[in-house]
């Protein structure tokens, strides 16, 4: 094992330059998902239109200093394509008589709290409570890209079948089970240690993260361990180094994405909400909003587990799968 | 000239035979519009509906991807022969990765305006000045496909370059809005978003068809006309025939 470890090392110092441009770009993606999530703790965007400067009513004052809304004072109206991009929410314009229209392409919920701040500034609070926090968040942008980074470097293993490797190793004394653990330690520690690196130096730093360092390192670890296993499943099945990458790369991205780890879109207590529980992604990401928020229970913990499972899953079917494919049988 | 049209028309069917890459020229964006679109819908009231949104940018996120067809048909397995033998036979070798570019953008291409076809009609997308979208979209794709050859002549082996302009492509699209509008996400998100160019793309199509503003897309072509003309440079510095020998 420790021979594939040092093997695995040697074959990615030979390409220096796509090692450095694959830590560079996890680098990127975590320093993005860090810098995307400390802005978003407010419940929206609203254009005030001012035209004129004419004087602000008291109680229009009161409603642009109201924190729970990041608001920005204009002349004219921005045009309808910003609203579109969700640059803003919604639009207040002020009329002379004092009285204000809403303009937005939101739900009518939006409208509705928007309403009520605008009645009643100073009272005025949403319900917080069905927001996700930064250590989720941030969190929750890694993980595509912790996944995808499982296809990337499982290219060792596929690369041994590509070029019948494998067939010698089916025939020397290691055994499979320690063959692709070997392959999946390696993996694994590609993809914490960069990522990893980048939290702590931002903690060092001194910027809010959420979660204790300690914490992140678990969570990494568990993402890193689920991104590596389904890699090596996914690589067991195909022969193609390609096809394995570019199907996975896409399920990743569509099924994180549904799964809601940039942005909750389903409600709960759909059905649908309740079938998405498949993707792990769900599942992990309610497993830090509960940690986060402190409120862990025993729902939350088998979904936890579940993500476990699948990565061990993944595993043994992956190395049955490649022993199924290359022991000789009869 | 007639070397390069008679291998591009190989390399064309050679795409179109492959059951994937149909599957991923067509099904895939029309799968990622109604899925997005069924998830956004409650947050959208009812003058501008989640398929408006994600109707459009996810198309350009398509279009985008398509730098990975034209990367696999550079330097799949199967295409290497066929490969080593064009360096050996008459004729420029240039028309190597010529071919697969334009064999790449007629079939990506085409796929793309199907799936825009067949998403307008079935959800009623809002669009107009449909020619300008055109030829932005074009002009993408060119350089899309464009950029995946080059990354193949950069890294010398197709998975390498695949693998790296994947994560290339999503931080693109995530940068410029496409998965989702980031927009909201405050200034220093709203800053970065513009080293993007999937949000320059997402900003001149936007502002054509809801404000008649055609400022953005003066911008974004020339820009693009720069950026395909740089890939093909670098392209050109970058290839050489030894690389093909297998």
């Given at each position: 094992?420790l021979a594939?470890?040092?093997?695995?090392?040697?074959?990615?110092?030979?390409e220096?330059?796509?090692?450095?441009v694959?830590?560079?770009?996890?680098?990127?993606?975590v320093?993005?998902?860090?810098?995307?999530?400390n802005?978003i703790?407010?419940?929206?965007n609203?254009?005030?239109?001012l035209?004129?400067?004419?004087?602000m009513?008291?109680?229009?004052?009161?409603?642009?200093?109201?924190?729970y809304?990041?608001?920005?004072?204009?002349?004219?109206a921005?045009?309808?394509s910003?609203?579109?991009q969700?640059?803003?929410?919604?639009?207040?314009?002020?009329n002379e008589d004092?009285?204000y229209?809403?303009?937005t392409?939101k739900?009518n919920?939006?409208k509705e709290?928007i309403?009520?701040?605008?009645e009643?500034?100073?009272?005025?609070?949403?319900?917080l409570n069905s927001?996700?926090?930064?250590?989720?968040?941030?969190i929750g942008?890694?993980?595509?890209?912790?996944l995808m980074?499982?296809v990337?470097?499982?290219?060792?293993?596929a690369?041994?079948?590509e070029?019948h490797?494998?067939?010698?190793i089916?025939?020397s004394?290691?055994s499979?089970w320690?063959?692709?653990?070997?392959?999946?330690v390696?993996?694994?520690?590609?993809?914490?240690?960069?990522?990893?690196?980048?939290?702590?130096?931002?903690k060092?730093?001194g910027i809010a993260?959420?979660?204790?360092l300690?914490?992140?390192?678990?969570?990494?670890a568990?993402?890193a361990?689920l991104?590596?296993?389904?890699?090596?499943f996914?690589n067991?099945f195909?022969c193609?180094?390609?096809?394995?990458?570019?199907?996975g790369?896409?399920?990743?991205?569509?099924?994180?994405?549904?799964?809601g780890?940039?942005?909750s879109?389903?409600?709960?207590?759909?059905?649908?909400?309740k079938?998405?529980?498949i993707f792990p992604?769900k599942?992990?990401?309610?497993?830090?909003?509960?940690l986060e928020?402190?409120?862990l229970?025993?729902?939350v913990?088998?979904?936890?587990?579940y993500?476990?499972?699948?990565?061990?899953?993944?595993?043994?079917?992956a190395v049955?799968?490649?022993?199924?494919?290359?022991y000789y049988?009869? | 000239?007639?070397?390069?049209?008679?291998i591009?028309?190989?390399?064309?069917?050679n795409?179109?035979k492959?059951?994937?890459?149909?599957?991923?020229?067509?099904v895939?964006p029309?799968?990622?519009?109604v899925?997005?679109?069924?998830?956004?819908k409650?947050s959208?009231?009812?003058?501008?509906?989640?398929?408006?949104?994600y109707?459009?940018?996810l198309?350009i996120?398509a279009?985008l991807?398509?730098g990975?067809?034209s990367?696999?048909?550079?330097?799949e397995?199967?295409?290497r022969k066929?490969?080593?033998?064009i360096?050996?036979?008459?004729?420029?070798?240039k028309?190597?990765?010529?071919?697969?570019?334009?064999?790449?953008?007629?079939?990506s291409?085409?796929c793309?305006?199907f799936?825009?076809i067949?998403?307008c009609?079935?959800?009623?997308i809002?669009?107009?000045?449909?020619?300008?979208?055109m030829?932005?979209?074009?002009?993408t794709?060119l350089?899309?496909?464009?950029?995946?050859?080059?990354?193949?002549?950069i890294f010398?082996?197709?998975?390498?370059a695949?693998?790296?302009?994947s994560?290339?492509?999503n931080l693109?699209?995530i940068?410029?809005?496409?998965?989702?509008?980031?927009?909201?996400?405050?200034?220093i998100?709203r800053?970065?978003?513009?080293l993007?160019?999937?949000?320059w793309?997402?900003?001149?199509?936007?502002?054509?068809?809801?404000?008649?503003?055609?400022r953005?897309?003066?911008?974004?072509?020339?820009?693009?006309?720069?950026?395909?003309?740089?890939v093909?440079i670098?392209c050109?510095k970058?290839?050489?025939?030894e690389?093909c020998i297998c």
């Amino acid at each position: 094992m420790l021979a594939i470890l040092k093997n695995d090392w040697k074959r990615l110092m030979e390409e220096k330059l796509y090692l450095f441009v694959s830590i560079g770009l996890t680098i990127c993606a975590v320093i993005l998902a860090i810098t995307l999530t400390n802005t978003i703790e407010t419940k929206g965007n609203i254009a005030l239109v001012l035209p004129d400067h004419q004087p602000m009513t008291t109680s229009v004052s009161q409603f642009s200093e109201c924190r729970y809304f990041n608001i920005s004072i204009l002349e004219t109206a921005p045009p309808k394509s910003e609203l579109i991009q969700n640059r803003y929410d919604a639009v207040v314009t002020v009329n002379e008589d004092g009285s204000y229209t809403l303009e937005t392409i939101k739900n009518n919920e939006i409208k509705e709290m928007i309403y009520a701040a605008l009645e009643n500034p100073v009272a005025f609070v949403p319900d917080l409570n069905s927001e996700r926090k930064i250590g989720t968040n941030i969190i929750g942008y890694m993980m595509m890209f912790l996944l995808m980074q499982g296809v990337l470097y499982a290219r060792l293993f596929a690369e041994d079948k590509e070029n019948h490797m494998i067939e010698r190793i089916a025939i020397s004394p290691i055994s499979f089970w320690k063959y692709l653990f070997g392959h999946g330690v390696f993996i694994l520690a590609i993809i914490f240690i960069p990522s990893f690196c980048v939290i702590a130096a931002a903690k060092a730093f001194g910027i809010a993260l959420g979660f204790s360092l300690l914490t992140y390192a678990g969570l990494i670890a568990v993402l890193a361990v689920l991104s590596t296993t389904f890699a090596l499943f996914l690589n067991s099945f195909f022969c193609v180094a390609d096809t394995a990458n570019m199907l996975g790369s896409s399920l990743i991205v569509l099924s994180s994405i549904l799964a809601g780890c940039f942005y909750s879109f389903a409600k709960e207590k759909t059905l649908f909400d309740k079938l998405i529980h498949i993707f792990p992604q769900k599942d992990f990401v309610n497993f830090a909003n509960a940690l986060e928020k402190g409120s862990l229970t025993s729902v939350v913990e088998w979904q936890f587990l579940y993500i476990i499972g699948l990565s061990v899953l993944f595993f043994t079917v992956a190395v049955l799968k490649t022993r199924k494919d290359y022991y000789y049988h009869k | 000239m007639r070397n390069l049209y008679l291998i591009s028309k190989e390399d064309l069917k050679n795409l179109v035979k492959n059951p994937m890459w149909l599957f991923y020229g067509t099904v895939f964006p029309i799968l990622l519009v109604v899925i997005l679109g069924f998830l956004g819908k409650e947050s959208y009231g009812g003058d501008v509906t989640a398929y408006d949104y994600y109707g459009i940018t996810l198309i350009i996120y398509a279009i985008l991807t398509s730098g990975m067809t034209s990367a696999n048909a550079f330097m799949e397995v199967a295409i290497r022969k066929p490969n080593m033998r064009i360096i050996y036979a008459p004729g420029d070798a240039k028309a190597i990765y010529l071919s697969k570019i334009f064999s790449s953008f007629v079939f990506s291409s085409g796929c793309h305006l199907f799936d825009m076809i067949l998403l307008c009609s079935i959800y009623h997308i809002h669009v107009s000045a449909i020619p300008q979208i055109m030829i932005l979209f074009g002009l993408t794709e060119l350089f899309s496909v464009g950029l995946g050859v080059m990354f193949c002549c950069i890294f010398k082996t197709e998975a390498m370059a695949n693998q790296i302009l994947s994560i290339v492509i999503n931080l693109f699209a995530i940068l410029g809005g496409l998965l989702f509008p980031i927009d909201g996400y405050g200034k220093i998100a709203r800053t970065i978003s513009y080293l993007s160019p999937a949000k320059w793309l997402v900003k001149a199509t936007f502002a054509m068809i809801y404000d008649n503003n055609f400022r953005w897309f003066y911008y974004a072509v020339i820009g693009l006309i720069l950026a395909t003309a740089a890939v093909f440079i670098v392209c050109d510095k970058t290839f050489r025939k030894e690389d093909c020998i297998c």
